[in-house]
């Protein structure tokens, strides 16, 4: 049940999507988004799928993971098409019947929502079944870095983040045990109304909490014995460094990006 | 008739993930009532998986358990009173405390139960006795206590639901010689006391030697065996191959019977041994 959660899911791997700098990665997934809503055609959208599947494909990731990453919002995404198909009320109109209208311009608009969405959702996934959590907040650290100069604490924010990401596990796997130590008193989580439901939680998260306070603490004392003293001049175990890969997957995306622009100009 | 029985028993953690691994592999076993029975085998050898099988917290993948004679998972409106019948106190079990006092923390499995208001009075007050908790304490939070005591509140949360069966998954890790004696030996007199089944899973050769009639041995995700103490402790070769230990005691007699001293076999307490050797120095 928790365990389905896909925060920072990785799958570790070999590809060639894997081994892109985790910068590149961040950086092209922002190319991709911009390119996604650019294409103003079905042309250009049909170019923005094929390159999700493609590189989808290339990463080696369980296709079924595709799905997996979309059933999360497909509420929003329903909502979004339902409002779309309704609400625009432009071109011919396929279909009326009092205050509903549904055109054909509305029909176009509630596809390329929902493709778009869909799309975005899986190449984000991608970004975070191929980069480890580590790899991930290092990168953004490096990323955001520029900021230091107007006194962003950069380095804070990412080790904040690098914790509260290593913890995750460990709190879903607290949380697990716990429940199951609950359960075993009897404890009932199943049934009755939801205001049950809710107080039947206090003696999972009372626990809880006071075992996160209980890491802080102790992660805290850690740190401040290995001396621990923010970012400065602090170097790295592992050295983000441009491969010619790099260079590759910048190309492979200005390929597709190019198309799509090109598609745009002549649509 | 057995109050635990399994058949064909398998649990496969991460099925269709990369991750997936058999955790308990077809085990076949049934423990008597009345029984204390010592769970040992190495790390992930799947002890742990095991016992939450027997009170319903675990859905075999395959194969069946039977509590008293009933399938678990049959009806899964049935599963919370195999609970009661089943305590299962986990791993550092102070950890799940979570009441304002010591008091309202153990009565939360009598009352989860549908216990009347005296009923559950009557038990915090007979378990807290059985831990060893001064009724001082039961007022005061939980969270005030000591390592040793706020285990003993735990334990005595579980006790006093009155399990036919009470599971207890390495009760004494992280005590110091002193609170482990007294933990352990309060199961013991628990044991004693209630004639209940009592399962102890544990790192210690020591402790089990002491504390149990029989044992069961996981071995890889396999039952390796089931049998009395003295049988086990027998084996002590295929034990060791499989990196679990015999107890000191043992060890020490196996090396004398290497070295040509007839002392006397299935030696694994030093209860025992003390006795065989004032035996052997009178006969002298």
Known sequence: MIKDITIGQYFPGKSAVHRLDARVKILLTIAFIVMLFIADDIAGLGVGVAFTFLTFIISRIPLKMMWKSVRPILIIIIIT???????VHTGEPYFEWKFIKITDKGVETAVFMVVRIVCLIIGTSLLTYTTSPIDLTDAIERLLSPLKKIKVPVHELAMMMTIALRFI??????????????????????????????????????PLFVSSFRHAEELALAMECRCYHGGEGRTKM?????????LWGTLYLCLFFAGVIVLNILG | MAIIKTEDLTYVYGDGTPFRKVAVDHVNLEIDEGEMVGVIGHTGSGKSTLIQHFNGLLKATSGSVYIDGERLWDD?????????????????????????????????????????????????????????????????????????????????????????VLILDEPASGLDPKGREQILGLIKEYHQEKKNTVVLVSHSMEDIAKHTTKILVMNKSKLFCYDDTAKVFHRAKELEEMGLAVPQITRVFNRLKAMGVQIGDDVYTTKYAKQLLLKMLANQ
């Open chain 1, 81 to 87: 098409a339902l409002l779309n198909l309704f609400f």
């Open chain 1, 169 to 206: 596990p460990t709190l879903i796997e607290e949380t697990d045990k716990i429940t199951a130590a609950q359960k075993a008193r009897g404890a009932d989580l199943e049934t009755g109304s939801i205001f049950k439901k809710a107080k039947a939680l206090i003696p999972i998260l009372i």
């Open chain 1, 238 to 246: 592992k050295q983000l460094k441009l491969k010619l890969l790099d």
């Open chain 2, 76 to 164: 899964k409106a049935k599963l919370r009173p195999v609970r009661f019948k089943v305590g299962l106190v986990f791993q550092y079990p102070e950890y799940q405390l979570f009441e304002e006092t010591c008091y309202k923390d153990i009565a939360f499995g009598p009352k989860n139960m549908g216990l009347d208001k005296q009923e559950i009075d009557r038990r915090i007050k007979e378990t807290a006795k059985l831990v060893g908790l001064p009724a001082s304490l039961l007022d005061k939070s939980p969270f005030e206590l000591s390592g040793g005591q706020k285990r003993r509140v735990a334990i005595a949360g579980v006790m006093a639901m009155e399990p036919k």
